[in-house]
């Protein structure tokens, strides 16, 4: 599947309210690919464009290498060869399992497949029972048999599991690759969990603002965000300002310097405002009576406590080991781990700090 240069507004929006912007994106066969991002930059749109519920304004959609949507093409979502998986399910209530199963199949077409996906996602034994009789983890079970018993190339999912208990949500994400790899279809998953995302999807298209940010594989995500707002969203990481000093960059919380500085001196100043990229684990904290930074609250995380802190207009995030507890309004002093790694945007140059 292929995503062109696709402009989508809705009707009414402001002339410069655009959902999406230009948006280039290829699903490769057999993927898995997760669209991430916060509430209203555009993935549930996208999905929409692509299943053949909105027109884009401008750019085109390609499945299986012909075009569904486009200046001059449009195809109705029935003939598009996609499957789609619901928030809410929207499984028909007055059709038992078997019957919702089947229900995108077309007259005639053998029912065999529909079987064995029930037997693949453990309904089987539940084929005469009504949505209402089944588990939140049955019914999205068998919204996604719906969606690949008709053999599409392409499933979308609009945010499957946000609706299902930990357990549950844990063990089904964990099935669905699996599931399509045994189908072969590729999978487009629309989440807001950068965890889940990075967990299950082969690659992930972060999205802000309906731009793409960048779109790669969730290791090269971690190790080589594009740009800031994907080292804050994605990796949950701290953006620092900074200043130049004497070859070095100075930020709140102490120094850095290029990685490799005979590659990329810091003799120029500045091009433009920058800030800096450091990871939870990349700071120290040192309780102090007169700090000028308190902890904000925390987060209890089975391994690690997760601080969140204040400093001078800043909120920051910090994991620290067990032992180290301290309580909400407690004042302190925070800097750099010596030797931590940090990344300067939009320059994206690598920094460790001293």
């Not at 996602?121 to 996604?144: D, I």
């Not at 779109?215 to 090269?220: F, G, H, N, Q, W």
């Not at 740009?227 to 000093?245: E, Y």
């Not at 180290?324 to 925070?334: K, M, N, S, T, V």
Request: contains cysteine.
């Amino acid at each position: 599947m292929q995503l062109q240069g696709l402009w989508h507004r809705y009707p009414g929006a402001d002339p410069e309210g655009w959902t999406l912007r230009g948006l280039d994106l290829a699903l490769r066969h057999g993927e898995l690919m997760g669209l991430l991002g916060p509430s209203g930059c555009g993935k549930t749109t996208l999905l929409r464009l692509i299943a053949g519920f909105e027109r884009p304004e401008r750019g085109a959609v390609l499945i299986d290498g012909r075009q569904v949507a486009g200046p001059s093409r449009w195809l109705v979502p029935e003939r598009r060869g996609v499957g789609m998986v619901f928030q809410d399910y929207a499984l028909f209530p007055h059709l038992d399992a078997w019957r919702n199963a089947c229900f995108g199949l077309r007259r005639g077409q053998d029912t065999s497949r529909a079987a064995w996906l029930l037997e693949l996602l453990g309904l089987q034994g539940l084929e005469r029972r009504y949505p209402h009789e089944l588990s939140g983890g049955q019914r999205q079970r068998l919204a996604l048999a719906r969606a690949l018993a008709p053999g599409p190339s392409v499933v979308l999912l609009d945010e499957p599991f946000s609706n299902l208990d930990v357990e549950v949500r844990l063990r089904l994400r964990s099935e669905l690759p699996l599931v399509l790899s045994q189908c072969g279809a590729s999978g487009l998953i629309v989440t807001h969990d950068p965890e889940e995302a990075l967990a299950i999807c082969d690659r992930v298209a972060v999205l802000c603002g309906g731009e793409l940010h960048q779109c790669a594989s969730p290791r090269d995500l971690v190790q080589h965000p594009a740009t800031a707002f994907v080292g804050r969203f994605v990796l949950q990481g701290n953006l620092l300002p900074v200043q130049r000093g004497d070859g070095l960059l100075i930020t709140p919380l102490g120094r850095l310097r290029p990685r490799d500085a005979a590659a990329a001196p810091l003799g120029a100043p500045l091009d433009g405002p920058a800030e800096v990229l450091v990871s939870p684990e990349a700071i120290e904290l040192m309780p102090e009576a007169g700090g000028e930074a308190w902890v904000l609250g925390r987060e209890f995380l089975g391994s690690a406590w997760l601080y969140q802190l204040h400093l001078e207009g800043l909120s920051l995030r910090l994991r620290l080991p067990l032992e180290q507890e301290y309580g909400r309004g407690q004042r302190c002093r925070l800097r750099l781990r010596p030797g931590h790694g940090a990344i300067l945007f939009p320059q994206r140059l690598p920094l460790v700090a001293l």
